[in-house]
């Protein structure tokens, strides 16, 4: 007579089989990890290989290109001198940017709530925004007496209206029917703006945050380039008008690697940030199966 199907028949290596279908996704995750860190670097170094061998075959001399290999070593020969002003660019590209956070949010709030406030603010942050840095310049350096401050002001200016109107939309952009389910269960305005406005509003945080970090060192720079400041405690830019009116071609390039080594890290620590804050529930950030 047949055997009857049962459990007991059943083989028990069955859940076994499936079991390197689910490793499938993870080792192409992993994979695609290693090649985002791996790819970019491959290509890095062979950009600078590439330059190095051209700067050699061609004998450039490193008045008009210096080679990478020069450049590493003026960093190392400069180092001191280079690392005190990159700390200054560096505080007033992070103080600029925190204030343009502090007063975009807050002000953008007043926006999203309050029409009238809206209607007779925003054509100044419009004028401050279209407005060149470059023209402004001069006379905030007139008018403000620390030397700081008038760059921290210029560098303000042009990280803050990103953060402003991104988050004007964000607060706007939360559901209607959502709206019409919290005034149902009449939740006060702090259950409101922490469970709807907010959640909504972190997504365009984010991605003005993104624009506004570079835009913060682009404004350090400039300002410092409009002030021709020059002595001991100035950033980066200074270094470079410094170097270029010495000739000194090598440093010039050491701090422009210095400057952009800068703005990459601010670009990376705020795609972390962006990672952190909307990696477990937003679609823009959430890692998928594919």
Not at 17 to 26: E, G, K, R
Not at 154 to 167: D, G, H, Q, R
Request: include cysteine; charged fraction near 15%.
């Amino acid at each position: 007579m047949p055997k009857t199907l049962t459990t007991e028949t059943l083989p028990e290596s069955a859940p076994e089989q499936s079991a390197p279908l689910n490793t499938v996704p993870l080792r192409r995750a992993r994979r695609e990890r290693i090649l985002s860190f791996v790819m970019p670097v491959v290509m890095l170094c062979a950009a600078i290989g590439f330059w190095e061998f051209q700067v050699w075959y061609h004998e450039i001399p490193k008045y008009l290109i210096p080679a990478p290999s020069v450049i590493a070593q003026t960093l190392v020969t400069d180092g001191p001198s280079l690392m005190a002003s990159a700390w200054f660019t560096v505080k007033l590209t992070f103080f600029s940017l925190l204030l343009a956070i502090i007063g975009g949010v807050i002000l953008g709030a007043l926006f999203a709530l309050s029409r009238p406030v809206e209607l007779s603010l925003f054509p100044f942050a419009v004028i401050l925004q279209v407005t060149p840095v470059i023209a402004i310049a001069p006379l905030i350096l007139i008018y403000v007496d620390s030397t700081f401050a008038a760059l921290l002001i210029c560098a303000w200016i042009v990280a803050f209206f990103p953060i402003l109107s991104n988050t004007v939309i964000g607060l706007r952009s939360a559901d209607h029917n959502l709206r019409d389910l919290f005034t149902l269960y009449n939740a006060t305005p702090w259950q409101r703006l922490r469970y709807l406005l907010v959640p909504s509003a972190l997504p365009y945080f984010m991605a003005a945050l993104k624009v506004a970090g570079g835009l913060s060192l682009i404004g350090a720079v400039v300002a410092e380039f409009v002030a021709g400041a020059a002595g001991q405690n100035t950033g980066l830019a200074s270094r470079i008008i410094e170097s270029s009116f010495r000739s000194e071609i090598p440093r010039m390039f050491a701090a422009l690697v210095l400057v952009s080594l800068l703005g990459i890290a601010i670009f990376l620590l705020t795609n972390w940030a962006s990672r952190k804050v909307l990696g477990h529930w937003h679609e823009s950030e959430l890692q998928r199966e594919s």
